[in-house]
Antibody, heavy 124, light 107 residues
Framework: QVTLRESGPALVKPTQTLTLTCTFS??????????VSWIRQPPGKALEWLAV???????QYSTSLRTRLTISKDTSKNQVVLTMANMDPVDTATYYC????????????????WGQGMLVTVSS | SYELTQPPSVSVSPGQTARITCSGH??????TSWYQQRPGQSPVLVIY???KRPSGIPERFSGSNSGNTATLTISGTQAMDEADYYC??????????FGPGTKVTVL
């Protein structure tokens, strides 16, 4: 059974750096074809993909947020960490991590298991 | 940047067929996935790579993709299918893109 769980601060101040951890079980990021993504959803709005890291340590980032994001993994701990710098109130959202699969072609990847999500509020 | 368009809402009577469209430039040349999100819950993958159904997803969910439009079809719609549905595709300039979502109401 695949499970993912997000953890981190529920409240951050503007200009601070957000650090979120995704702890997962039921698969390994050391296995070929496995990746983990971060996706967020502002209250009442649509999903927005942020970043992905794959089994070969390759990373992809949202074009619009690239300069603020860093994704990393600890395969031995089954964890993926996302940092987002210079937080702003517009970054208030539920942040999800999701297992990402689809073979060696990145354009075919999809998000087949999601965590429960974590609401992060940015406010002074 | 690449954009996907969906109708804001679709209404369907119980037992009827709901069709949700997703439009984008040459979308038929890309792999499209669909996600269901019930209120207060995390998204669930219902269709991937245009028309494949994950295990555990009912057969009434099906997908197609051609030209500039991908379609998610729910046959014999049930009350439990009332949710927001998001399409998703990949583009070399934008990476993974989601549509704005369609709210399906079962009347």
């Amino acid at each position: 059974q695949v499970t993912l769980r997000e953890s981190g601060p529920a409240l951050v101040k503007p200009t601070q750096t957000l650090t979120l951890t995704c702890t997962f079980s039921g698969f390994s990021l050391g296995s070929s074809g496995m990746s983990v993504s971060w996706i967020r959803q502002p209250p009442g709005k649509a999903l927005e993909w942020l970043a992905v890291i794959d089994w070969e340590d390759d990373e992809q980032y949202s074009t619009s947020l690239r300069t603020r994001l860093t994704i990393s993994k600890d395969t031995s701990k089954n964890q993926v960490v996302l940092t987002m710098a210079n937080m702003d109130p517009v970054d208030t959202a539920t942040y999800y991590c999701a297992r990402t699969r689809g073979g060696k072609t990145v354009s075919a990847w999809y998000f087949d298991s999601w965590g429960q999500g974590m609401l992060v509020t940015v406010s002074s | 940047s690449y954009e996907l368009t969906q109708p804001p809402s679709v209404s369907v009577s119980p037992g009827q067929t709901a069709r949700i469209t997703c439009s984008g430039h040459k979308l038929g040349d890309r792999d499209t996935s669909w996600y269901q999100q019930r209120p207060g819950q995390s998204p669930v993958l219902v269709i991937y790579q245009d028309s494949k159904r994950p295990s555990g997803i009912p057969e009434r969910f099906s997908g197609s993709n051609s030209g500039n439009t991908a379609t998610l079809t729910i046959s014999g719609t049930q009350a439990m299918d009332e949710a927001d549905y998001y399409c998703q595709a990949w583009d070399i300039s934008s990476a993974y893109v989601f549509g704005p979502g369609t709210k399906v109401t079962v009347l």
